[in-house]
């Protein structure tokens, strides 16, 4: 997921980190490099997680099938691919770490291969407009922009019931999609790059740990004028919904249950709004000035104060909720016809492995961008937390456990189908 705009009002230097990483969410563009923040202090000893390895491709019996080629190549033959292609280009989000991750994929390539090329990662304010160059170019016959788009999981649908997306799998160049254990499984067309993306209130432990294990759990009255909740406007206030509906053991592809379960936000739910807002900046500054204890939003928000090590931020954490997650996590896929299929399934390989999972200190990232870049462990391998963002990090990404019981996939066909008319009447009280 996508990162919004954050308030700039008197934090310092570090409310600048943050402006730069969260400008997506909210529609917005890119930023210049923040500047390294203060880590948290250490609280725990090293943790353990769960990403696929660096696994680099190995041959079967006659070298490596490239599915998309249909076709095997030896380790020349593919270096002599790469060659030919020169340069990938990929649609993504506007990470703060993109050009370090850009930097990073090159020296890869040119490290295993022996061969110089360029990626091109190019960062649309909104994914849609990805899917609007791929179709427009297919239907002109034209030649398809992207060589990979990597982003939220319901763009892939969409893609995919318009017949844009290419069988990538199986693949022996992208081997390290057999260990990735996140679900759901959309072999053999695309793979998950993220793990734990998902709405979720996001709270204060220091007050509400001990009892605040559900989104029912937002009607407490110890609440009462405690809470920020989304407005109606997109995924963040559907999805919300969504994980609501659950919790009170309703069916959000039930029209009457899920009219009751908005009738829940309005009647139950309202007397504990502060505020209603999409707003990173505005619920930023609720949390660090105490005057709300919990937020629904995108748990990303968890990771960025957390990281940010700025006053209030201290106690801040994510944690599923125990009915369950909605996950909006992001996939990897090659749009039919691109022009660089064995640059674009390098890619895809090297997203998955470790160096690119947890990136260490050669990407010279700061807490906060790294806190925005990694979204959670995709399997069940042990990997080491780097150190500077060691101490925090159980206390704003779920486990593998915690993943596999606790989140769960969306319609995003029916979804798409009912946002509307779920929102429209939930506008009438989220205001």
């Given at each position: 997921?996508?990162?919004p705009?954050?308030?700039?009002?008197?934090?310092?230097?570090?409310?600048?980190?943050?402006?730069?990483?969260?400008?997506?969410?909210?529609?917005?563009?890119?930023a210049?490099?923040?500047?390294?923040?203060?880590?948290?202090?250490?609280?725990?000893?090293?943790?353990?997680?769960?990403?696929?390895?660096t696994?680099?491709?190995?041959?079967?019996?006659?070298?490596?099938?490239?599915s998309?080629?249909?076709r095997?190549?030896?380790?020349?033959?593919?270096?002599?691919?790469?060659?030919s292609?020169?340069?990938?280009?990929?649609?993504?989000w506007?990470?703060?770490?993109?050009?370090?991750l850009?930097?990073?994929f090159?020296?890869?390539?040119?490290?295993?291969?022996?061969?110089?090329?360029?990626?091109?990662?190019?960062?649309?304010?909104?994914?849609?407009?990805?899917?609007?160059?791929?179709?427009?170019?297919?239907?002109?016959?034209?030649?398809?922009?992207?060589?990979?788009v990597?982003?939220?999981?319901?763009?892939?649908?969409?893609?995919?019931?318009?017949?844009a997306?290419?069988?990538?799998?199986?693949?022996?160049?992208?081997?390290n999609?057999?260990?990735i254990?996140?679900?759901?499984?959309?072999t053999?067309?695309?793979?998950?790059?993220?793990?734990?993306?998902?709405?979720?209130p996001?709270?204060?432990?220091?007050?509400?740990?001990?009892?605040?294990?559900?989104?029912?759990?937002?009607?407490?009255?110890?609440?009462r004028?405690?809470?920020a909740?989304?407005?109606?406007?997109?995924?963040v206030a559907?999805?919300f919904?969504?994980?609501?509906?659950g919790?009170?053991?309703?069916?959000?592809?039930?029209?009457?249950?899920?009219?009751?379960?908005?009738?829940?936000?309005?009647?139950?739910?309202?007397?504990?709004?502060?505020?209603?807002?999409?707003?990173?900046?505005?619920?930023?500054?609720?949390?660090?000035?105490?005057?709300?204890?919990?937020?629904?939003?995108?748990n990303?928000?968890?990771r960025l104060?957390?990281?940010?090590?700025?006053?209030?931020?201290?106690?801040?954490?994510?944690?599923?909720?125990?009915s369950?997650?909605?996950?909006?996590?992001?996939?990897?896929?090659?749009?039919?016809?691109?022009?660089?299929?064995?640059?674009?399934?390098?890619?895809?390989?090297?997203?998955?492995?470790?160096?690119?999972?947890?990136?260490?200190?050669?990407?010279?990232?700061?807490?906060?961008?790294w806190?925005e870049?990694?979204?959670?462990?995709l399997s069940?391998?042990?990997?080491?937390v780097?150190?500077?963002v060691?101490g925090?990090?159980?206390?704003?990404?779920p486990?593998?456990?915690?993943?596999?019981?606790y989140y769960y996939?969306?319609?995003?066909?029916?979804?798409?189908?009912?946002?509307?008319?779920?929102?429209?009447?939930?506008?009438?009280?989220?205001?």
């Open positions: 997921m996508n990162p705009e954050i308030n700039k009002r008197s934090f310092g230097r570090v409310s600048l980190v943050l402006l730069g990483l969260l400008a997506l969410l909210a529609g917005c563009g890119g210049t490099t923040p500047t390294p923040v203060v880590p948290p202090p250490q609280t725990s000893s090293p943790t353990f997680v769960s990403p696929p390895s696994v680099q491709p190995s041959p079967t019996p006659g070298g490596f099938f490239v998309i080629l249909n095997r190549l030896d380790r020349q033959e593919i270096a002599d691919a790469i060659q292609e020169d340069s990938v280009t990929v649609g993504g506007n990470y703060a770490a993109s050009d370090a850009t930097i990073q090159e020296a890869w390539v040119k490290s295993e291969y022996g061969v110089d090329v360029r990626l091109e990662y190019i960062r649309e304010p909104s994914p849609a407009a990805y899917l609007e160059q791929v179709y427009a170019a297919q239907q002109d016959n034209a030649t398809v922009p992207y060589d990979v990597a982003v939220e999981e319901n763009y892939l649908i969409d893609a995919l019931a318009h017949d997306v290419e069988k990538m799998l199986p693949s022996d160049l992208v081997s999609a057999a260990r254990a996140i679900l759901p499984d959309h053999p067309y695309a793979v998950p790059f993220q793990a734990s993306a998902t709405v979720a996001i709270f204060h432990a220091d007050r509400v740990g001990e009892w605040f294990h559900d989104w029912r759990d937002l009607a407490d009255a110890r609440l004028r405690r809470i909740l989304p407005r109606a406007e997109g995924k559907g999805l919904l969504v994980g609501l509906a919790s009170l053991g309703k069916d959000y592809k039930n029209p009457a249950q899920m009219r009751e379960t908005i009738e829940f936000v309005c009647a139950d739910l309202q007397p504990n709004v502060l505020q209603y807002t999409n707003n990173f900046s505005e619920i930023q500054e609720l949390l660090r000035e105490n005057r709300i204890d919990a937020a629904v939003t995108w990303l928000l968890a104060e957390r990281y940010s090590g700025a006053d209030g931020t201290g106690d801040i954490v994510f944690v599923p909720m125990t369950g997650q909605p996950a909006i996590n992001g996939y990897a896929w090659i749009p039919k016809g691109a022009s660089h299929p064995v640059l674009a399934q390098l890619f895809v390989q090297w997203r998955l492995s470790d160096a690119a999972q947890f990136p260490d200190e050669a990407w010279d990232l700061s807490n906060v961008e806190g870049y990694h979204e959670g462990p069940s391998a042990g990997v080491e780097p150190q500077p060691r925090a990090y159980e206390s704003v990404y486990s593998p456990e915690e993943i596999k019981q996939a969306v319609d995003w066909a029916y979804y798409a189908e009912h946002e509307a008319e779920w929102l429209e009447q939930y506008g009438k009280c989220a205001s």
